[in-house]
Protein backbone atom coordinates (compact mmCIF):
# COMPACT_ATOMS: atom_id res chain seq x y z
CA UNK A 1 0.00 0.00 0.00
CA UNK A 2 1.31 3.61 -0.61
CA UNK A 3 1.03 6.74 1.68
CA UNK A 4 -1.45 8.01 -0.79
CA UNK A 5 -3.77 5.10 -0.88
CA UNK A 6 -3.65 5.41 3.19
CA UNK A 7 -3.90 9.17 3.02
CA UNK A 8 -7.30 8.79 1.01
CA UNK A 9 -9.07 6.84 3.68
CA UNK A 10 -10.98 9.08 6.27
CA UNK A 11 -9.91 6.42 9.53
CA UNK A 12 -11.60 9.11 11.76
CA UNK A 13 -15.29 8.08 9.94
CA UNK A 14 -14.02 4.40 9.38
CA UNK A 15 -13.39 4.17 13.30
CA UNK A 16 -16.94 5.26 13.74
CA UNK A 17 -18.13 3.18 10.71
CA UNK A 18 -16.69 0.37 12.20
CA UNK A 19 -18.08 0.88 15.88
CA UNK A 20 -21.26 0.27 14.66
CA UNK A 21 -20.60 -2.66 12.88
CA UNK A 22 -19.01 -4.08 16.08
CA UNK A 23 -21.05 -2.36 18.48
CA UNK A 24 -20.18 -2.39 22.12
CA UNK A 25 -22.53 -5.45 23.14
CA UNK A 26 -20.34 -7.54 20.97
CA UNK A 27 -17.16 -6.80 23.30
CA UNK A 28 -16.08 -9.01 26.19
CA UNK A 29 -18.40 -7.88 29.15
CA UNK A 30 -15.49 -8.65 32.00
CA UNK A 31 -13.78 -5.90 29.70
CA UNK A 32 -16.63 -3.32 29.70
CA UNK A 33 -16.79 -3.78 33.20
CA UNK A 34 -13.67 -2.88 33.98
CA UNK A 35 -13.92 0.03 31.88
CA UNK A 36 -16.92 1.55 34.06
CA UNK A 37 -14.45 1.30 37.04
CA UNK A 38 -11.76 2.65 35.47
CA UNK A 39 -10.45 6.09 36.55
CA UNK A 40 -10.49 8.82 33.50
CA UNK A 41 -7.25 9.91 33.86
CA UNK A 42 -5.65 6.69 32.98
CA UNK A 43 -3.85 6.20 29.92
CA UNK A 44 -4.51 3.85 27.15
CA UNK A 45 -2.22 1.88 25.05
CA UNK A 46 -2.86 -0.38 22.82
CA UNK A 47 0.09 -2.77 21.25
CA UNK A 48 -0.26 -1.85 17.69
CA UNK A 49 1.34 -3.84 15.30
CA UNK A 50 -1.22 -2.75 11.87
CA UNK A 51 -2.77 -6.25 11.83
CA UNK A 52 -6.63 -6.93 11.78
CA UNK A 53 -6.91 -7.22 15.16
CA UNK A 54 -4.85 -4.96 16.62
CA UNK A 55 -6.19 -2.00 13.66
CA UNK A 56 -9.93 -3.13 14.71
CA UNK A 57 -8.80 -2.52 18.29
CA UNK A 58 -7.19 0.78 18.12
CA UNK A 59 -10.24 1.85 16.21
CA UNK A 60 -13.16 0.27 18.36
CA UNK A 61 -11.41 2.54 21.11
CA UNK A 62 -11.11 5.58 19.65
CA UNK A 63 -14.54 5.27 18.09
CA UNK A 64 -16.50 4.13 21.51
CA UNK A 65 -15.10 5.92 24.06
CA UNK A 66 -14.61 9.65 22.33
CA UNK A 67 -13.54 11.17 25.92
CA UNK A 68 -10.69 9.12 26.25
CA UNK A 69 -9.12 9.53 22.56
CA UNK A 70 -6.96 12.59 23.89
CA UNK A 71 -5.17 9.91 26.55
CA UNK A 72 -5.11 7.06 23.82
CA UNK A 73 -1.56 5.99 22.62
CA UNK A 74 -0.66 3.23 20.31
CA UNK A 75 2.85 1.40 20.48
CA UNK A 76 4.35 -0.37 18.12
CA UNK A 77 7.53 -2.66 18.24
CA UNK A 78 9.65 -3.45 14.74
CA UNK A 79 11.22 -6.68 15.25
CA UNK A 80 13.40 -5.99 12.19
CA UNK A 81 12.82 -9.33 11.12
CA UNK A 82 11.89 -9.30 7.71
CA UNK A 83 13.57 -5.81 6.33
CA UNK A 84 11.56 -3.54 4.00
CA UNK A 85 8.20 -5.37 5.24
CA UNK A 86 8.91 -4.86 8.75
CA UNK A 87 9.80 -0.40 7.74
CA UNK A 88 5.89 -0.89 6.03
CA UNK A 89 3.96 -2.32 9.16
CA UNK A 90 5.87 0.63 11.05
CA UNK A 91 4.60 3.44 8.31
CA UNK A 92 1.45 2.05 8.02
CA UNK A 93 0.66 2.38 11.82
CA UNK A 94 2.12 5.74 12.38
CA UNK A 95 0.08 7.11 9.48
CA UNK A 96 -3.38 5.41 11.01
CA UNK A 97 -2.90 6.97 14.21
CA UNK A 98 -1.81 10.63 12.83
CA UNK A 99 -5.57 10.47 11.22
CA UNK A 100 -7.11 9.61 14.55
CA UNK A 101 -4.48 12.44 16.19
CA UNK A 102 -3.15 9.21 18.38
CA UNK A 103 -0.03 9.59 20.25
CA UNK A 104 2.50 6.96 18.45
CA UNK A 105 5.83 5.42 19.69
CA UNK A 106 8.06 2.86 17.98
CA UNK A 107 10.60 0.58 19.17
CA UNK A 108 13.12 -1.61 17.70
CA UNK A 109 15.10 -5.00 18.28
CA UNK A 110 18.20 -3.75 17.62
CA UNK A 111 20.27 -7.10 18.87
CA UNK A 112 17.98 -9.66 17.28
CA UNK A 113 19.08 -13.01 16.66
CA UNK A 114 19.45 -14.83 13.48
CA UNK A 115 16.77 -17.00 14.23
CA UNK A 116 14.71 -16.35 17.33
CA UNK A 117 12.24 -18.17 18.71
CA UNK A 118 8.61 -17.29 19.08
CA UNK A 119 8.95 -16.97 23.03
CA UNK A 120 12.27 -14.46 22.63
CA UNK A 121 10.41 -12.29 19.87
CA UNK A 122 7.15 -12.29 22.41
CA UNK A 123 9.80 -11.27 25.25
CA UNK A 124 11.44 -8.55 23.06
CA UNK A 125 8.13 -7.18 22.66
CA UNK A 126 6.63 -7.06 26.16
CA UNK A 127 9.70 -5.72 27.26
CA UNK A 128 9.35 -2.94 24.91
CA UNK A 129 4.75 -2.59 26.60
CA UNK A 130 6.24 -2.88 30.25
CA UNK A 131 8.61 0.20 29.58
CA UNK A 132 5.63 2.27 28.05
CA UNK A 133 2.59 0.91 29.73
CA UNK A 134 0.82 0.03 33.25
CA UNK A 135 -2.90 -0.49 30.88
CA UNK A 136 -2.22 -1.76 27.89
CA UNK A 137 -5.01 -3.36 25.24
CA UNK A 138 -4.18 -6.15 22.95
CA UNK A 139 -6.09 -7.39 19.93
CA UNK A 140 -6.17 -10.67 21.08
CA UNK A 141 -9.40 -12.49 19.80
CA UNK A 142 -11.15 -16.74 20.19
CA UNK A 143 -8.70 -17.70 17.69
CA UNK A 144 -5.98 -16.82 19.67
CA UNK A 145 -7.66 -18.50 22.69
CA UNK A 146 -7.78 -21.84 20.54
CA UNK A 147 -4.58 -21.55 19.41
CA UNK A 148 -2.79 -20.64 23.11
CA UNK A 149 -4.55 -23.57 24.48
CA UNK A 150 -3.77 -26.12 22.64
CA UNK A 151 0.29 -24.74 22.64
CA UNK A 152 -0.21 -25.22 26.65
CA UNK A 153 -2.07 -28.54 26.49
CA UNK A 154 1.38 -29.73 24.71
CA UNK A 155 3.23 -28.57 27.54
CA UNK A 156 1.51 -30.00 30.40
CA UNK A 157 -0.12 -26.59 31.99
CA UNK A 158 -2.16 -26.58 34.60
CA UNK A 159 -5.48 -23.80 35.17
CA UNK A 160 -3.69 -20.84 35.43
CA UNK A 161 -2.41 -21.83 32.11
CA UNK A 162 -5.26 -22.92 30.10
CA UNK A 163 -7.05 -19.88 31.49
CA UNK A 164 -4.77 -17.59 29.31
CA UNK A 165 -5.22 -15.11 27.46
CA UNK A 166 -7.61 -13.20 30.03
CA UNK A 167 -9.86 -10.30 28.81
CA UNK A 168 -8.44 -8.81 32.29
CA UNK A 169 -5.32 -9.45 33.24
CA UNK A 170 -3.98 -8.18 36.76
CA UNK A 171 -0.19 -8.10 36.80
CA UNK A 172 2.67 -7.00 39.81
CA UNK A 173 2.60 -3.56 40.17
CA UNK A 174 -0.64 -2.72 39.43
CA UNK A 175 -0.39 -3.12 35.84
CA UNK A 176 -3.24 -4.64 32.96
CA UNK A 177 -3.59 -5.85 30.11
CA UNK A 178 -7.10 -5.67 28.59
CA UNK A 179 -8.49 -7.91 25.76
CA UNK A 180 -11.88 -7.09 24.53
CA UNK A 181 -12.17 -8.67 21.25
CA UNK A 182 -12.08 -11.79 23.22
CA UNK A 183 -15.77 -12.60 22.70
CA UNK A 184 -15.17 -12.20 19.03
CA UNK A 185 -13.83 -14.39 15.95
CA UNK A 186 -11.01 -13.82 13.29
CA UNK A 187 -13.00 -13.56 10.91
CA UNK A 188 -16.04 -11.56 12.83
CA UNK A 189 -13.35 -8.84 12.71
CA UNK A 190 -11.90 -9.51 9.23
CA UNK A 191 -15.08 -9.48 7.86
CA UNK A 192 -15.76 -6.16 8.99
CA UNK A 193 -12.92 -4.73 8.11
CA UNK A 194 -13.28 -5.83 4.38
CA UNK A 195 -17.22 -4.53 4.39
CA UNK A 196 -15.47 -0.68 4.70
CA UNK A 197 -12.60 -1.30 2.67
CA UNK A 198 -9.98 -1.15 5.00
CA UNK A 199 -6.72 -1.93 4.45
CA UNK A 200 -4.30 -3.99 7.36
CA UNK A 201 -0.88 -5.44 7.50
CA UNK A 202 -0.14 -9.27 6.66
CA UNK A 203 2.64 -10.49 8.25
CA UNK A 204 4.68 -12.68 5.79
CA UNK A 205 5.90 -14.98 8.44
CA UNK A 206 3.19 -16.08 10.26
CA UNK A 207 2.41 -17.67 6.48
CA UNK A 208 5.21 -19.97 7.25
CA UNK A 209 5.50 -23.52 9.82
CA UNK A 210 8.54 -22.10 11.37
CA UNK A 211 6.59 -21.61 14.38
CA UNK A 212 4.14 -23.73 16.59
CA UNK A 213 1.36 -21.42 16.67
CA UNK A 214 1.27 -20.87 12.65
CA UNK A 215 1.42 -24.62 12.75
CA UNK A 216 -1.02 -24.47 14.64
CA UNK A 217 -3.35 -22.24 13.04
CA UNK A 218 -2.64 -23.51 9.52
CA UNK A 219 -2.99 -27.45 10.18
CA UNK A 220 -4.26 -28.58 13.75
CA UNK A 221 -7.05 -26.04 14.35
CA UNK A 222 -8.91 -26.11 10.83
CA UNK A 223 -8.70 -30.15 11.25
CA UNK A 224 -9.89 -29.67 14.84
CA UNK A 225 -12.98 -27.25 14.08
CA UNK A 226 -13.68 -29.97 11.28
CA UNK A 227 -14.02 -32.65 13.21
CA UNK A 228 -15.92 -31.16 16.61
CA UNK A 229 -18.56 -30.06 13.87
CA UNK A 230 -19.60 -27.53 16.13
CA UNK A 231 -18.45 -24.08 16.98
CA UNK A 232 -15.01 -25.38 18.38
CA UNK A 233 -13.62 -21.36 18.87
CA UNK A 234 -16.73 -20.95 20.94
CA UNK A 235 -16.11 -24.15 22.77
CA UNK A 236 -12.60 -23.07 23.56
CA UNK A 237 -13.71 -19.79 24.99
CA UNK A 238 -16.30 -20.94 27.25
CA UNK A 239 -13.33 -23.41 28.58
CA UNK A 240 -11.32 -20.75 28.85
CA UNK A 241 -13.20 -18.69 30.68
CA UNK A 242 -14.66 -21.54 33.35
CA UNK A 243 -10.65 -22.65 33.79
CA UNK A 244 -10.32 -18.63 34.81
CA UNK A 245 -13.01 -19.14 37.85
CA UNK A 246 -11.50 -22.12 39.01
CA UNK A 247 -8.34 -20.73 38.72
CA UNK A 248 -9.75 -17.57 40.77
CA UNK A 249 -11.61 -19.65 43.29
CA UNK A 250 -8.27 -21.77 43.99
CA UNK A 251 -6.73 -17.98 44.88
CA UNK A 252 -9.26 -16.82 46.91
CA UNK A 253 -8.72 -20.14 49.12
CA UNK A 254 -5.09 -19.46 49.56
CA UNK A 255 -5.94 -16.07 50.68
CA UNK A 256 -8.39 -17.22 53.41
CA UNK A 257 -6.20 -19.63 54.76
CA UNK A 258 -3.60 -16.78 56.18
CA UNK A 259 -0.77 -19.37 55.24
CA UNK A 260 1.72 -16.43 54.63
CA UNK A 261 4.27 -15.08 57.23
CA UNK A 262 6.46 -12.77 57.86
CA UNK A 263 10.03 -13.62 56.60
CA UNK A 264 8.65 -15.74 53.68
CA UNK A 265 7.83 -18.73 55.37
CA UNK A 266 4.39 -20.21 54.52
CA UNK A 267 2.58 -22.71 57.27
CA UNK A 268 1.56 -26.28 56.24
CA UNK A 269 -0.59 -26.85 58.92
CA UNK A 270 -4.06 -25.31 57.35
CA UNK A 271 -2.95 -27.23 54.60
CA UNK A 272 -3.53 -30.20 56.20
CA UNK A 273 -6.00 -32.71 54.24
CA UNK A 274 -6.90 -30.11 51.64
CA UNK A 275 -6.52 -31.10 47.76
CA UNK A 276 -3.74 -31.17 46.25
CA UNK A 277 -5.00 -28.46 43.79
CA UNK A 278 -5.04 -25.81 46.39
CA UNK A 279 -1.59 -27.21 47.67
CA UNK A 280 -0.15 -26.68 44.35
CA UNK A 281 -1.51 -23.18 44.01
CA UNK A 282 -0.29 -22.49 47.83
CA UNK A 283 3.18 -23.70 46.78
CA UNK A 284 3.38 -21.55 43.21
CA UNK A 285 1.79 -18.46 45.73
CA UNK A 286 4.69 -19.39 47.93
CA UNK A 287 7.50 -19.33 45.18
CA UNK A 288 6.52 -16.00 43.40
CA UNK A 289 7.49 -14.85 46.63
CA UNK A 290 11.26 -15.73 46.81
CA UNK A 291 12.93 -13.10 44.85
CA UNK A 292 16.17 -15.07 45.74
CA UNK A 293 15.24 -18.11 44.54
CA UNK A 294 16.05 -19.65 41.18
CA UNK A 295 13.92 -21.11 38.57
CA UNK A 296 12.33 -24.53 39.44
CA UNK A 297 12.29 -27.57 37.09
CA UNK A 298 8.58 -29.54 36.66
CA UNK A 299 10.73 -32.71 38.63
CA UNK A 300 11.64 -30.72 41.28
CA UNK A 301 8.57 -28.54 41.81
CA UNK A 302 6.68 -31.96 41.73
CA UNK A 303 9.20 -33.22 44.57
CA UNK A 304 8.32 -30.44 46.71
CA UNK A 305 4.91 -30.51 46.45
CA UNK A 306 4.95 -34.11 47.45
CA UNK A 307 7.05 -32.87 50.54
CA UNK A 308 4.39 -30.15 51.21
CA UNK A 309 1.63 -31.68 50.88
CA UNK A 310 3.11 -34.72 53.53
CA UNK A 311 4.56 -31.89 55.77
CA UNK A 312 7.80 -33.55 55.43
CA UNK A 313 11.03 -32.21 56.56
CA UNK A 314 12.67 -31.40 53.48
CA UNK A 315 16.05 -29.39 52.60
CA UNK A 316 15.72 -29.06 48.88
CA UNK A 317 17.99 -26.58 46.36
CA UNK A 318 16.28 -23.63 44.89
CA UNK A 319 18.95 -22.02 42.99
CA UNK A 320 22.43 -21.04 43.65
CA UNK A 321 21.01 -18.79 46.48
CA UNK A 322 19.95 -21.10 48.99
CA UNK A 323 17.59 -24.15 49.80
CA UNK A 324 13.81 -24.70 50.48
CA UNK A 325 13.31 -26.02 54.16
CA UNK A 326 10.39 -27.49 55.80
CA UNK A 327 10.87 -27.62 59.21
CA UNK A 328 8.00 -27.74 62.24
CA UNK A 329 5.36 -27.66 59.71
CA UNK A 330 6.37 -24.44 57.98
CA UNK A 331 8.24 -23.76 54.59
CA UNK A 332 10.68 -21.07 54.19
CA UNK A 333 13.39 -20.20 52.04
CA UNK A 334 17.07 -20.54 53.77
CA UNK A 335 19.74 -18.27 52.38
CA UNK A 336 23.20 -19.59 51.75
CA UNK A 337 24.91 -16.21 50.88
CA UNK A 338 25.84 -17.06 47.52
CA UNK A 339 25.89 -14.24 44.52
CA UNK A 340 22.09 -13.90 43.29
CA UNK A 341 20.15 -15.55 40.52
CA UNK A 342 17.97 -13.75 37.35
CA UNK A 343 15.05 -15.84 37.91
CA UNK A 344 12.56 -17.15 40.18
CA UNK A 345 9.51 -19.27 40.32
CA UNK A 346 8.82 -22.29 38.73
CA UNK A 347 6.79 -23.82 35.40
CA UNK A 348 3.07 -24.10 35.87
Known sequence: MTKRTLRRINWQEAAVALSARLPLKQLHPAVLSWIDDCPSRKKWVVGFSGGADSLALLLLLWAHWPRRRTRLQALHFNHRLRGRESKADEVFCRGVCDAL??????GSWRAAPQKPSEAEARAARHDFFQQHSR?????HQQDDVAETMLMRLARGSGTGGLAAPRPVHTLSGGRVHLRPLLSLKKTEITTALKSLRLPWR???SNSGAAYFRNRLRHTVVPAWIEASQRDALAGASRARELLEEDEV???AWVVELRLFAKKGRMSLIPLAGKPRALVRRALHSWLSRQTRSGELSRQGFGALLDAVQRGKPTRQSLGSEGFAVIRDEVLSFVFDGKPRRKFHGSTN
Open 101 to 106: GVEFIS
Open 249 to 251: ALE
Open 135 to 139: TLWLG
Open 202 to 204: EDS
